[in-house]
């Protein structure tokens, strides 16, 4: 089985990427699912519902989030009928919207989508190790999934790492967003896991995280917050995390990056061909 993770949607030039040559990777590359965080897609904000329908329009199988998933005021009424779109699973209870769902694959595969959020330096949340081992416990990989695919939206990586430890071996992959930066760690685990500490964002690297790099270098220069943060308008680099599931055990064979267009150097997944 043949998954796709890509990173934060960063703005109008990260989705448009995504949605303008998702539907061919797909295609071409016989993706069995696909997996793409959207925490950022609406003017680096959240996500609103439009957006939200065009990126499963092209074929994504679900959108996760991270801290920015309630920006958009839509998405806490909408998170309750999409049952494609997670925030994180150790929001508090009462947050509206899941944190975790079961998915059927192109290939026929049950797999298990878990979105959950790191604790250092970011805000003061449920602990996200305990609150994906109750979601493993009650639906264990090769049992009631075929895959299972966790993206821990995080600061630390210290904290991604820790994490990647825990569940080897339990999940086929786990993978960091929050950054907006790769990371050139990706390997599979030694009982089996995918492991990435960030796989990126989806927008303009020529940007400070996927923002126009003015106001965020003033307010390092100067201490004072002048106007809101936009969106950096170049090519996007679409960055993603390929990953090659074994059907009987649902654990990684093999992994490797994904980047097109924009400032980044072209990767494509040696195993794809
Ligand atoms: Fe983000
Ligand atoms: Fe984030």
């Known amino acids: ?13 990260g989705r448009n990427a995504v949605i303008t040559r998702l539907p061919a990777l797909i ?9 793409v ?16 329908t065009a990126v499963l329009g092209t074929g994504a199988d679900v959108v996760t989030t991270g801290n920015h998933a309630f920006d958009q005021r839509e998405a806490l009424v ?3 009928r999409q049952e ?64 299972i695919v966790i993206d821990f939206h995080a600061e630390a990586t210290s904290e991604k790492q820790a994490l990647a430890h825990h569940l080897d071996g339990r999940v086929s992959l786990l993978i960091g967003t ?12 030694p009982r089996g896991t995918a492991y990435q500490s960030d796989v990126g964002m989806c927008g303009d690297y020529h940007s400070v995280i996927g923002m ?35 059907d009987e055990s649902g654990l990684t064979t093999a992994v490797a990056p994904l980047r097109l267009g924009g400032v980044l150097s072209e990767t494509i997944p040696p195993f794809w061909d």
């Open 1 to 13: 089985m043949r998954l796709l993770f890509l990173g934060d949607l960063v703005g109008r030039t």
């Open 212 to 246: 126009k790099h003015e106001e965020p270098l003033r307010r390092f220069l100067q201490k004072v917050p002048g106007e809101r943060f936009a969106p950096a308008e170049g090519p996007a680099t679409i960055s993603g995390l390929a990953v090659e599931v074994d």
């Open 84 to 147: 494609r779109f997670l925030r994180p699973i150790n929001f508090p209870a009462g947050t509206p919207g899941r944190g975790a769902g079961l998915y059927t694959a192109r290939n026929g595969a049950v797999v298990l989508v878990i979105n959950a959020m790191g604790r250092v330096f970011m805000e003061a949340l449920d602990d996200p190790f305990a609150a994906i081992d109750n979601e493993l416990a009650a639906c264990p990989l090769g049992e009631q999934a075929d895959a």
């Open 27 to 35: 295609a071409d590359h016989l993706l069995d699912f696909v997996v």
């Open 78 to 80: 909408f998170a309750e």
């Open 37 to 52: 965080n959207g925490e950022n897609a609406a003017g680096g904000f959240g996500i609103s519902e439009e957006i939200l």
């Open 178 to 189: 929050h950054t907006h930066a790769p990371t050139s760690d990706y390997r599979v685990m």
